[in-house]
């Protein structure tokens, strides 16, 4: 079994699709490992606020196999693929981590690059696997959301999963 973190968000009807998409996550993967909820301003472009958090579980799925399962979630929620890549989300699931794997082709980045860009994707990750290393930045992701600094990327706690509906 693979440890792996998944990003969940959703800035379309957000609390319906992540809801969704976390049930779905459930009935594939339980028990899951889940981060507070965080509602954040649209980054890249204006549109509704979004919900995020991160998702951590075991599979034994390999990566690229996990990938397309989270895109068939997504399909199924009614993500539109094309436009920007700043854009409206039904639902939004990206594998930020598949065990210690490091790798970037045309299908598949791991680690995700968001993890060390974007507060939304780091605090929920700090917040459930505080102490795990960044395969590549060799620190805990306790110790790179200590030294995260952008007082743009404002974020702020939202209801918890079972309270959304």
């Known amino acids: 079994m ?29 028990p899951l490992e889940v981060s507070p909820i965080y509602e954040t301003r ?11 958090l991160v998702v951590g579980l075991d599979t034994d799925m390999g990566a690229d196999a996990l990938h397309g399962a989270l895109r068939d979630i997504e399909d199924s929620a009614g993500r539109r ?31 995700r690059g968001e993890i060390l860009r974007y507060a939304f994707v780091l605090r929920p990750l700090a917040d459930i696997a ?12 306790r110790e790179l959301w200590a030294a995260f600094d952008d007082p743009e990327q ?12």
Do not use: C, Q
């Not at 854009?87 to 299908?107: F, I, K, P, W």
């Not at 505080?130 to 992701?141: C, I, K, L, M, T």
């Open 42 to 52: 649209a980054v890249g472009f204006a549109g509704n606020n979004f919900l995020n």
């Open 2 to 30: 693979t440890r792996a973190y998944i990003s969940v968000g959703s800035n379309v009807e957000p609390r319906t699709n992540v809801t969704r998409g976390m049930a779905a996550l459930e009935r594939m993967f339980a």
């Open 130 to 141: 505080p102490d795990a290393e960044h395969p590549v930045a060799g620190r805990s992701f």
């Open 154 to 165: 404002v974020l702020w706690p939202a209801p918890p999963y079972g309270e959304l509906s």
């Open 81 to 111: 693929r094309g436009g920007g890549k700043f854009a409206d989300r039904t639902l939004d699931l990206d594998l930020l981590l598949y065990g210690d794997e490091v790798r970037d082709d045309d299908d598949l980045e791991l680690p």
